[in-house]
């Protein structure tokens, strides 16, 4: 939302509703070469028939225009049933208390209202689906009476290959690096059918059997014909290169601007965070989805890291709020979201870091049901002892890797833990009693400790009462992560699975992303530097544009791009490859909201280990703007302030100008207020890198 | 369903979904003027993904014909997506695990499927919303692959006025009776627009400003033009008559027959009949509705009756199941049936009913956790005395009339209990424990004697602790008629209150109704005649070729047309006007199931009240015939069986001919086997009428 809106009308609808049917349409994009996959979970779409309210007082006479997507009627109290309605209310001064209903099946019901003195929004409507709850209509950008959300369409520009290469009949496009979009043949022969191979890789797209995207293009009559739905992919191979004269693409335009910025004459570190924040911008569409070309599919635990990144990022709010509300789905709650039980509870850890992040109480007062309805669930299939198990039709994923998750594992045990604690936090943010999840939570750890802690770390499973004594990493780093242990036990898991090369490594970004956020939680700060070099820049050695779904340093060849037992079933453009921009923003440079919603930051920049760099994080509704060039430090803030940490070996510099002068030390950190800047110099010899 | 489904391939789909997105369409038809009217309720839509599964053997290979209303894959198991579908499965002998997943929010996602060994039906397929609930997939008469559900039609045929009249520059059409129907105006002026006026009554049509429903036709260069919805009308008037040159009726078919006849010598008595009969025909369309002008929606409370109607008249279990269906909706159970607290009621009832008509324990299992959820919900509404009272959003109906519905009142206390006590023998007939809700019944009879029963009958209502002593015939006649009082009491109320003129009478055919056969119950069948033939024979002669909403001899004029203040409001056509069929067959001629599902039937005519009769009943799966001439009464079964009860005056006749001598009296009964005829003769002289 812009921050006029209130002096414009909108389109208003039922909350959650354009999300749910837009969800419905979205969920309908992936494709294996001809056939089409919807998800295998209920999708929920829009309530068919809502009522709008309106109460309001017009000083003087006014004509308005009221436009409706759907079947609808105008009542006015004291006035009936408006007749003969010609798209315009013409109103003498008074007061109105006015209602429409709407009945749309196919699609959205929604209104546009827009009179001199009276406009559609949040502010002015309220809506029911007819259950006797009112809620203030939900609105978003459609401020254009001809464009409602029904008729959204996706931006566009048009983007030439960057090569050409003939094999047998047929040419090679190269695009340089991934995009999602639309093909378009131009001068095509009449009558002319081309077929099309996309590859994310030059393999697949001249691997024409085994391709996983293919499509077909007709003219029918006209000189140029496109493809109906967008795709990713690098390369597009089209075998029959004599039926048309050009190919061009039609591609996505991000719809969000990158609010943040690195540069670093380390060009692996700046190209790993350019190829990141480029890899989330290709998977966030109208929701953060998991992959460009495979499942384009919102799912819970993925967009849980794709919500973390992109509040470094495009802090595109509306997209994390579009995602998360669809994700909820409506009620009953019958099945785990996307059917994985830890993605239920990364579902109610998202909502408590978008708080945390931006401060937005409303969208946790408008998911409370939800998310209370969720914990619910979770609570209600635990078993006697406490503890979540896979229930036959449950999906337990925790990561792609060779682990058994039968029975009781002790990962999703701590994964509720921090679940239950959290959902105790936004009960008490939102006035209401959390007391009874947050013992929950104490319990749940407690038995937890109980029974899995075994030689000084967590083992992974039981199953029926039996213990087995594999050790994962999952369980050990999350209880880490979250703060859950006490020193000895803290240090025990640091030495016996952090550091134990011994046990089984993790071959996903998804899980390396924790990893890594742990590895700095526990001070090895460096080991997240060389750790991130050498996995993500292992990818862009392979050549990657965009980073992958998996990756296993150990894979060579066309084997790399293997998965799901299918030669090109990886996803080679995966959101979660994207997190490299949170570990150096949050675990590196060590930004992140020190109060809920940026109120104050912290920033405790890791200048011992991290090369010069240049760079911009968007904090709340402002900048900071962190400089170093292996020497001195800078940190200005722009609309925001807050705390800057330095590690010792620096001092502030006594002349830095401006308004720095101003700024003290508190608790061990250097205050930072809105528009101030603050300068470090490394003290010479004292430090050694 | 037709009997030979299992040869034939059929449409399926998610059960309770046809209904589901049915009935959002219908419930879209009411009109007042140009303004549509869609329900005040929740509607539920279809679920917009499903999947279906279907295990099969081939013999010998088999081609395999698959057609889907919406975005769809095929998957088999051990062989992936079927690629490159193009409409047929062509596959080699053996078995087979298939899954079509279909997605489809604008209309109901349905499949058919049909090869020479497997042919999509409810015996076949298995269908899931994905909640890991699996079903067998529901079908109905969809066998054409080219005329799926989203493809209904409805059949018309062409009537013509039965006269004309020029009335100034217009003409008046009349057709006669009552109609449902489009109208087609043909020989139109190239860009003529014509308005309709419609009446259901004379006064209606050519009351163009207050008319109830208008339509306005536009020639877009074609001869013809026809309306787009349906309206119900005996007149109708078009100011413009030289636009055209002929207006036609495409009238709507019905789409059951009567299985029922009946006539006699009592014109009046026949008249009923057949206006009965006519009227319910026009109300019973997708669905049972309220009105054929006005609501066109489903009504529980009004449904009810209509079901019970059809029992005897059209059979027509589908629409009763759709009806039921539709009303109940989906989860969660958030408000009452309509937003009536009664209606919630009724519902439950049907269902008690549908099972006793039909035997039918398949759709009884099929609706038990919806009926259970809406008993609990009752439950869940009573206060500490255990009463039921009417929430804020609650309606509290009753009846159309001067009454004070606020606080508790003894009517819903009783319908509770009845409604209880029925669902605990829902709950027996499935195999579960009902005790819990017997018990509830028990108690809350015994609460409602406590508090209401004052001075020999039940007062209308109590409201924060003080009685109001009015009395109101409702919860009386209820509690008699559903025999939920002793002897004593039970003669209390019929000489206080059912004999009582002093207490205010009953002005529509809902509750007439009851009262009618409450009289019967209690044994004064004369009443019910004379009261039928007064109140309904009232109506006929107001010239009515239909029943109304409401009738009040009293009123007189253009008065008795008028209700919710507006002069045409009332329906002139409202399925609760066709209840004496239910009178006749049920109360007067005693025709009711003994057993479960027509297992045998009970017969006991009162041919002491009744005039002269020939007629016909359904009765299961046959029919009984019953002829009466004042002297000789014959009874005949075909393809059902069970018992006559006459009175007393008559006596078997002793030369019957046929298999008759083998049946014998049991119980005071005479038993009638299948295919048998009895008859009796009257005692002449020993009985005086």
Known sequence: MTENTEKRAAWIWYPGDYEAWLFCKCMAQRRERDVLITPFWRMDSHYVSVKFYCNFTLEEPDEITVKVDGDFNIFIEGMGYVK???????????????????????????????????KSGSDTFRVTCQDHVFLPAAQ?????????????VKKTRELAPVSTEQIGSGTLYDFGKEISAYLELRGMKAGAKCKIYYGESREEALDTEHSEQT??????????AATAVTKAFRWAYVPQADAFKELIALEEVFETENKGRFSSSDKLLEKIYDVSVYTLGMCKKEFFLDGAKRDRWAWSGDAYQSYLVNYYTFCDSDAVKRTIRALKGKEPIKTHINHIMDYTMY???SLFDYYLFTGDKEFLAEMFDGAEGYVKFLLSRTNADGFLHGYPEDW???DWAAIDNRGETSFEQILFAVTLIRFAFICEELGKDGSFYAKKSEELLKRTLEVFWVDGRFVH????GVLDLAVTRYANMFAVLFDLLDEEKRNSVIEKVMLNDDVQKIT?????????ATLAKIGMHENVLSGMKAYWGGMLGEGATTFWEAYDPSETGAEKYAMYNRPYGKSLCHAWGANPVYLIFNCLLGIRPREVGYKTFLCEPQLNVLPDFDCAAPVGKGTLYLKYDGKIFTA???????????????????????????????????????AEKITFVKREGEYVF
Request: glycine share 10%; proline share 6%.
């Open 461 to 464: 499973r039981r199953e029926n």
């Open 396 to 398: 337990v994923f925790i």
């Open 84 to 118: 003969n309605f010609d798209g315009k209310l013409r109103l003498p001064a008074g007061s109105y208390e006015m209602q429409i209903l709407v009945t749309n099946v196919p699609e959205l019901p929604c209104v546009y209202v827009c009179g001199e003195q009276l």
């Open 215 to 224: 499509d077909c293009v007709f003219s029918c009559g006209e000189e140029s």
């Open 140 to 152: 978003g950008d459609f401020f254009d009476i001809d464009a409602s959300p029904n008729k959204r």
């Open 508 to 516: 996903t970004p998804y899980m390396q992303f924790y990893e890594q």
């Open 347 to 349: 579902w109610v850890l």
């Open 636 to 674: 200005r803030a722009e609309k925001c302030s807050g705390y800057v940490k330095i590690p010792d070996g620096f001092v502030p510099e006594a002349e830095t100008g401006g308004r720095t002068a101003k700024f003290g030390q508190k608790d061990g950190k250097y205050f930072l207020d809105e």
